[in-house]
Nanobody, 125 residues
Framework: QVQLVESGGGLVQPGGSLRLSCAAS????????MDWYRQAPGKQRELVAA???????NYADSVKGRFAISRDNAKNTVYLQMNSLKPEDTAVYYC???????????????????WGQGTQVTVSS
């Protein structure tokens, strides 16, 4: 059973910083792309940042220059460093990862996209 567990959300003032973490655990063979999404109240979930297994990154225009995604492959963990936060960054942040894993019954491996449970980020004075 593969799980993604996020941490690091909270309340921060405008202009402040937060660092989100998302750790994958379970019968993991390899992890491909890892992404961060967010969903604000009344809005659709949107892609914030993505990183490939080789380290190539991509960002939404709204966060370019303020957010940085990184990963530690040895720890199966992806990070999102968020600087110069704005009230419009307020949302639930979710990590997503494409993971190759093997079931505990020993049957063949498969690749599946997994989601974390989400962590609330609130930017307010």
């Amino acid at each position: 059973q593969v799980q993604l567990v996020e941490s690091g959300g909270g309340l921060v003032q405008p202009g402040g910083s937060l660092r989100l973490s998302c750790a994958a655990s379970g019968s993991i063979i390899s992890i491909y792309a890892m992404d961060w999404y967010r969903q604000a109240p009344g809005k659709q979930r949107e892609l914030v940042a993505a990183i490939t297994s080789g380290g190539s990154t991509n960002y939404a225009d709204s966060v370019k220059g303020r957010f940085a995604i990184s990963r530690d492959n040895a720890k199966n963990t992806v990070y999102l460093q968020m600087n110069s936060l704005k009230p419009e960054d307020t949302a639930v942040y979710y990590c997503n990862a494409a993971i190759k894993s093997r079931p505990s019954d020993g049957s063949s491996w498969y690749v599946k996209a997994y989601w974390g449970q989400g962590t609330q980020v609130t930017v307010s004075s």
